[in-house]
């Protein structure tokens, strides 16, 4: 499972998020980012559509034009977590700001890899028909293609969840 974002983008994203519409020399302050990365991030964050361009601000410490602030895209996405322990499954679809939308704390109705994950398949549809991207935390290894090593709370051993 690839990455979406790599550190700096998710940083610079994660910031505007968080905090809110932000103008560039803020962001530029907070993250120590030169000019040209800035450039460079805040291209690639409009472009993926993650954020965008809020409505020019007076600049309260200078004459002149307008500060331009980078504010959280308003296109409606959903994003679902899920959290599988030895017994329950809790999921959780959230906004691109992290407003929850709805959740699911619900007992597995089987433990094997293929109960767990055709459970985790219809509760992310009851969450979200089409979810942008979906997260599914347990505890054990689990590799970045999706090739659970071990976990011990479910009984699992070498296990690829790649084709779900």
């Known amino acids: 499972m690839a990455r979406l974002l790599d550190d700096s983008l998710?940083?610079?994203?994660?910031?505007?998020?968080?905090?809110?519409?932000?103008?560039?020399?803020?962001l530029s302050q907070?993250?120590?980012?030169?000019?040209?990365?800035?450039?460079?991030?805040?291209r690639e964050l409009l472009a993926r559509d993650v954020l965008a361009e809020g409505h020019p601000e007076p600049?309260?410490?200078?004459?002149?034009?307008?500060?331009?602030v980078l504010v959280p895209s308003p296109t409606p996405r959903t994003f679902v977590g899920v959290k599988l322990t030895s017994d329950h499954l809790y999921a959780v679809s959230t906004s691109l700001t992290c407003e929850r939308q709805d959740t699911v704390d619900a007992p597995l109705?089987?433990?094997?890899?293929?109960?767990?994950?055709?459970?985790v398949a219809d509760t992310v549809a009851r969450?979200?028909?089409?979810?942008?991207?979906?997260?599914?935390?347990?505890?054990g290894t689990v590799d970045s293609a999706g090739h659970v090593g071990e976990?011990?709370?479910?009984?699992w051993r070498d296990v690829d969840l790649a084709p779900w």
């Open 109 to 119: 109705t089987g433990r094997s890899p293929q109960a767990v994950m055709r459970q």
């Open 59 to 68: 600049n309260a410490h200078a004459t002149g034009r307008p500060t331009h």
């Open 30 to 42: 907070r993250l120590t980012l030169s000019a040209a990365s800035m450039t460079r991030l805040q």
């Open 127 to 139: 969450l979200a028909p089409a979810p942008q991207y979906v997260g599914i935390s347990m505890g």
């Open 151 to 155: 976990a011990v709370y479910l009984g």
């Open 10 to 26: 998710c940083a610079f994203a994660a910031e505007v998020i968080s905090r809110g519409p932000q103008a560039r020399t803020e």
